[in-house]
């Protein structure tokens, strides 16, 4: 079972940018679709983005498309979200999260597709 690390979260003013990284770790990181998802105090956890294993396939939801990119390396085990253009109402905790993909083009988008989860960072956009 792959183990999931999240970094770079913060603080920062609206208009500005952070890029979140996920450190995998106790599984073989290459055959993993990944996920981001994010989450505030009171509501469900909700879509970012998510990315094939091969790392060419990529899908967003509307919020965020246009001003986020997910990519991996896979050498690295490590998947990214750079966060553009950011909003107050993209405050939230992140998350992101894993499953073994059986087919190298499938990405997932549901929550309930995913086994592995992070511990989650948080970011604060402040207006």
């Known amino acids: 079972q792959v183990q999931l690390v999240e970094s770079g979260g913060g603080l920062v003013q609206a208009g500005g940018s952070l890029r979140l990284s996920c450190a995998a770790s106790?599984?073989?990181?290459?055959?993993?679709?990944m996920g981001w998802f994010r989450q505030v105090p009171g509501k469900e956890r909700e879509f970012v983005a998510a990315?094939?294993?091969?790392?060419?396939?990529?899908y967003y939801a509307n919020p965020v498309k246009g001003r986020f990119t997910i990519s991996r390396d896979n050498a690295k085990n490590t998947v990214y979200l750079q966060m553009n253009s950011l909003k107050p109402e993209d405050t939230a905790v992140y998350y992101c999260?894993?499953?073994?993909?059986?087919?190298?083009?499938?990405?997932?988008?549901?929550?309930?597709?995913?086994?592995?989860w992070g511990q989650g960072t948080q970011v604060t956009v402040s207006s």
């Open positions: 990315i094939n294993k091969a790392g060419g396939s990529t």
């Open positions: 106790g599984g073989p990181f290459s055959l993993y679709a």
């Open positions: 999260a894993a499953r073994w993909a059986p087919s190298s083009y499938s990405y997932f988008l549901a929550e309930s597709e995913y086994t592995n």
